[in-house]
Nanobody, 132 residues
Framework: EVQLVESGGGLVQAGGSLRLSCAASGFTSDDYGICWFRQAPGKEREGVSCINSLDGDTYYADSVRGRFPISTDSAKRTVYLQMNSLKPEDTAVYYC?????????????????????????WGQGTQVTVSS
């Protein structure tokens, strides 16, 4: 069973930075994908950024591209989301999600927008609040 533990959320002023971490365990192979999603009150959960463990392919939503680089420490099986130049509209609960299914990984490699329904494993979520 895959387990994900997030950390790093908090309160920050607009223009500031935060780094989220997602420590993963329980994968059955070295080929898996991890995505960060976020959900603001009253809004749907949206994909923010993803990374593939094997080839390092990444995905970024247009709203965060250039501000939120994603990276991974494969040895620690930890994925990081460095959030820079934060805006009030980035306020949300951020979740990391992981999946190993071939179809999910193929979809990620195509650069498609991630669908939360494709991911079987989820972290508990961490609140990010950006004040203006």
């Amino acid at each position: 069973e895959v387990q994900l533990v997030e950390s790093g959320g908090g309160l920050v002023q607009a223009g500031g930075s935060l780094r989220l971490s997602c420590a993963a365990s329980g994968f059955t192979s070295d080929d898996y994908g991890i995505c960060w999603f976020r959900q603001a009150p009253g809004k749907e959960r949206e994909g923010v950024s993803c990374i593939n463990s094997l080839d390092g392919d990444t995905y970024y939503a247009d709203s965060v591209r250039g501000r939120f680089p994603i990276s991974t420490d494969s040895a620690k099986r930890t994925v990081y989301l460095q959030m820079n130049s934060l805006k009030p509209e980035d306020t949300a609960v951020y979740y990391c999600a992981a999946d190993e299914k071939p179809i999910t990984l193929a979809t990620m490699r195509l650069g498609a927008h991630p669908d939360p329904l494709d991911f079987d494993s989820w972290g508990q979520g961490t609140q990010v609040t950006v004040s203006s």
